[in-house]
């Protein structure tokens, strides 16, 4: 599975994060063309070789051209406007999707903080052209690379204040701050604003897990250069890799639980509906012991596995629905083989087949009954005969010896 990790260690800016990407490997010339496709002719942007303490990376620079520095209303573009020039561009859809997601992160922060609905909030500094060539520019790069997954540390927000449209705030930023709710953050050696809005909304959009844990293998590593100083290197660091199985992965292990008790003036024919309503509520399995109690009276020991997030339903349906009056309890470990399902397409139809792997290897496998019984009936042969053909199908499609 290939994975793309932030290591947010000095934050993360929208230029941070498109000098990291080019710096892992995406092209200048694709993302600059990309660009283009927004029809903005209002900057520039410089593409170098910068340190930081001296680690080396990739600084970009949007640069507003002279003629529009000092025009307002570009800096007071609303989320209409900037979804009419996406959407009118010639970018992929996913690029615009993307892009539009980063953007509505931002205008849910904004209009909370300002008590307006999104499509009355002026995004400031993210309405700003090198803001969208920020997000538009992720999402370029985001679509480019095609990550399985994107997996980012624990956040490094910064500290101090930082002068907004609004004046002088504390870090970080009242959208920073919102946009960042629910996402592990820290405040501990930077003595700036380490992560802006549009770096906040590029992770809350695109990040599937915040984890500090590097569990993959790297293949290549890009640096982001910043803008600022301090005593750390203003830096974002983007790993790419292959993500690890856990050593779990082919014996899994969990704890659960036994609920049980012994049944002896129960109408049999009740069990199968116990049975049924059991599984329904989520037990793992579900199953009838005959034993001799006292007296030497013939009963039946009920076993059912189960979560503790469903025990106490389990117990509801057993006090419910048999003349016990007690159950007994206790906790099992379990260690499983990994299971994959797959499908095998017979003369007859579809079967589902369960496939069971050890240390990576495929140790056995079972068709579905249910599927197989359904294709005797439709077909009015024997269920040997559908069991027979899906093990035909199966050899060879894992080129066995038949």
Known sequence: MRVLYYDCFSGISGDMNLGAMVDLGIAPHYLIDELSKLKLDEYEIKICKDSKMGIEGTRVDVILKEDHHHEHEHSHRNLQDINEMIMKSDLNNRVKNLSLDIFMQVAKAEGKIHGKPINQVHFHEVGAVDSIVD?????????????????????????????????????????????LKGIPTKSEKVPFEATTPTGAAILSTLVNKFTDSKSFVTHKIG???????????????????????????DKLESEEYII???????????????????????????????????????????????????????????????????????????????????????????????????????????????????????????????????????????????
């Open 223 to 249: 640096y982001g250069v910043g803008k600022k100083n301090g005593n750390i290197p203003n830096m974002l660091r983007v790993f790419l890799g292959e993500e690890l199985e856990e050593e779990s992965s």
């Open 260 to 402: 049980e008790c012994n049944i002896d003036d129960m109408n049999p024919e009740g069990y199968e509906y116990i049975l049924e309503l059991l599984l329904k509520k989520g037990a793992k399995d579900v199953y009838l012991t005959p034993i001799i109690m006292k007296k030497s009276r013939p009963a039946v020991k009920l076993s059912v596995l189960c979560s503790s997030e469903v025990e106490d339903e389990i117990k509801t349906i057993i006090f419910k629905e048999t003349p016990t009056l007690g159950v007994r309890k206790y906790k099992v470990e379990k260690f499983m083989l990994e299971r994959k399902y797959d499908k095998v397409i017979t003369s007859y139809g579809e079967v589902s087949v369960k496939l069971a792997f050890y240390k990576g290897n495929l140790l056995k496998h079972k068709f579905e009954y249910e599927d197989c019984k359904t294709l005797a009936r439709n077909n009015g042969v024997s269920l040997s005969s559908i069991y027979e053909e899906a093990e035909k199908v199966f050899n060879m499609n894992m080129n066995l010896p038949q």
């Open 135 to 179: 997000i538009v520019g992720a999402a370029i790069c985001i679509d480019a690379l095609k990550p399985d997954k994107i997996i980012c540390s624990t956040v490094e927000v910064g500290s101090g204040f930082v002068k907004c449209a609004h004046g002088i705030l504390p870090v970080p930023a009242p959208a920073t701050a919102e946009i």
